[in-house]
């Protein structure tokens, strides 16, 4: 096979075409880019000394933490430490109703915006606190607290969650 003039012409018209393409590309293209530098630190240093003398000219908060009764079983002190009104139930692992009770009173207290505390008395902790503070309580039990830690309402048994939520409530 033999290569022809009229070959010769088109392999060199294409060759020159893609170095044109190239050169193009490389230099033309590239440099109409814009060069994206990191835009140089702005300090505000008067903002950050208002904010430093607002800081100091403002008075300090005293601690708020609300008090909570230190004889009640922990998880329902840190419920009653971000909410005033706290749902409770007793409730033992694996004794059946049990877990049924759980989700009333956690429905209860969803539908009243109010806390939870689940309280497992298998845990020996919180059997002593429950024995103390409930005396003659049942597993599953539902009682509303109210924060530092007054027993509002207590059912011994099981409780469904609209009943609960309306207990819940009407000691907010």
């Given at each position: ?58 008075p ?7 008090l ?32 049924q ?23 020996e902790?919180?059997?002593?606190a ?5 005396p003659?309580s ?35």
């Open positions: 096979m033999q290569i022809t003039a009229k070959t010769k012409l088109y392999g060199g018209i294409g060759l020159g075409l893609v170095l044109v393409v190239l050169v193009l590309k490389m230099f033309v293209l590239k440099s109409s880019a814009p060069v994206t530098a990191p835009p140089p630190p702005v300090h505000h240093t008067a903002l950050r000394h208002a904010a430093t003398t607002r800081a100091l000219t403002r300090k908060r005293a601690d708020t933490a609300p909570v009764d230190p004889s009640l079983p922990a998880p329902l002190r840190v419920a009653l430490r971000r909410h005033a009104v706290v749902v409770g139930v007793l409730y033992a692992p694996g004794v059946p109703g049990d877990g009770a759980v989700l009333s009173a956690l429905l209860g207290a969803a539908v009243a915006h109010v806390g939870f505390a689940a309280l497992n008395v298998r845990n902790a919180i059997a002593k429950v024995a103390a503070k409930l003659g049942t597993d599953p039990s539902v009682f509303v607290i109210r924060r530092p830690g007054d027993i509002k309402f207590l059912v011994n048994g099981y409780l469904d969650g609209a009943a609960i939520a309306q207990a819940a409530k009407n000691f907010k």
